[in-house]
C-alpha cells in the first residue's frame, strides 16, 4: 500500500517522534511505501528514517523552494512547482492518506483532503493519528460540524481518528482491503 503522510519537518520532542518512529516501522515491517513530502529535517526525517531502516520504500514529492532539504536517499524524488501540485500528487500516488502533527501546513492539506473526500472526488482512507491528543481541538470541531449539518456526509465516513500508529495502520489495511 502506497501510504500518504503528511506531518511536520519541525524538529518535535520525544512526545512525538517516538510515536513517530514506531508508526515508521509498522509500515516498513508491513511492505508498504510512504509517500510524503520528500524533506530530509525534523519529523519528516524521523519517519523517513525508520520506514527505510524497516525495509519500506520512500516516494517523496517535494516543492521546488524546498528542493534544498529533499531527501537524497528517497527511492524516488518528484518536485512539483507549487504547494498545490505538490498535494495533488502526494494524494495521486496514495492508496491512503495518514495525517500526523503539524502545523499550518499539514493543517492546510488535512482540511483539502477532507474536502476532496467529502465531495466524492476522491474515496481514500484517511486516518488522523492523534498521538498524544493533538488533534481532538480538531475532532471536537468536527464533530460539532456534523452535529450541526455543515458535513454533508458522516464524518465517520470522512475519517478515522487514531490514537496510535498500529491502530491506524490496522485501519487502513482493512480499508484497502475491500
Known sequence: MNIC??????DLD???TAPAREFAELIGKGG???????????LMKVVAD????A???????SVEFLR????????EMV??????????LLLARADAVVIMVGGTGTLDEATEILELKKHGLHDKPVVLLNTAGFYDGLREQLERMEAESFLPRPLAELVRF?????EAIAYLERATAR
Open 32 to 42: 508498504h511505501t510512504l509517500v510524503w513530502g520528500g524533506s530530509d529535517v525534523g
Open 79 to 88: 518536485i512539483a512547482g507549487d504547494l498545490a501540485e505538490r498535494k495533488a
Open 162 to 166: 487514531a490514537d496510535d500508529g498500529a
Open 14 to 16: 520525544e512526545r512525538y
Open 68 to 75: 534544498h532539504k529533499a531527501r537524497a536517499r528517497a527511492d
Open 5 to 10: 503522510v503528511f506531518l511536520s519537518a519541525a
Open 55 to 61: 525495509g519500506g520504500r520512500l516516494v517523496g514529492v
Open 50 to 53: 525508520g520506514v527505510q531502516e
